[in-house]
């Protein structure tokens, strides 16, 4: 890969739907088999739940836990994000496993139009989508240091960093 896979993060989040506002910073990095678009996804996903102060990200790519997720006082998993499309089935064991299950996905209509009518089961679930171009524009100003701001408001987020500023509308699929 020619693109850098250890970084210094620094995230200024502004959560305008959730009236939070602060500051995020660590080291993290590509897992050895993830791809750049499911770590942007991750990080995009930890800012959006990160006004919650028990929001993890999992570094370490433990398959056991989802991508992000937010724990009670009691370390119980109550809200759990995985950034790519998912088997029905597997939909189905990971409702029963947590409280709320959020999906984000780059242009995940298609993929939802097609398990849209099975869905109707699942009262814990979330699925969101952001554009691919959204995320094309963020791994290709990618450097090993993360210095974004990150706006968050009902449907959109934006993005800006020192190369420029990216915003794309968030979907609410289900």
């Not at 739907?17 to 996804?41: C, D, G, Q, Y």
């Not at 299950?101 to 298609?110: A, H, K, R, S, W």
């Not at 691919?132 to 993360?146: G, M, V, W, Y």
């Amino acid at each position: 890969m020619s693109k850098p896979f250890v970084f210094k993060a620094r995230l200024r989040v502004a959560d305008l739907f959730h009236h939070a506002n602060h500051l995020e910073v660590f080291t993290t990095a590509i897992n050895k088999r993830e791809s750049v678009e499911h770590f942007l996804l991750r990080m995009i996903g930890y800012c959006a739940l990160s006004f919650n102060k028990r929001t993890f990200l999992n570094q370490k790519n433990e398959k056991q836990l989802p991508d992000v997720w937010c724990e009670d006082g009691n370390s119980h998993i109550t809200l759990a994000l995985y950034v790519s499309e998912i088997e029905l089935d597997e939909i189905s064991r990971l409702t029963k496993l947590f409280d709320k299950l959020v999906i984000l996905l780059t242009d995940g209509e298609n993929w939802f139009n097609e398990i849209a009518h099975q869905l109707v089961q699942f009262t814990n679930l979330s699925i969101f989508s952001v554009s691919r171009e959204f995320i094309e524009q963020l791994e290709t100003n990618l450097t090993n240091s993360i210095h974004w701001d990150i706006l968050i408001e009902r449907n959109s987020i934006s993005i800006s960093n020192k190369e420029g500023y990216y915003q794309t509308e968030v979907k609410q699929l289900y």
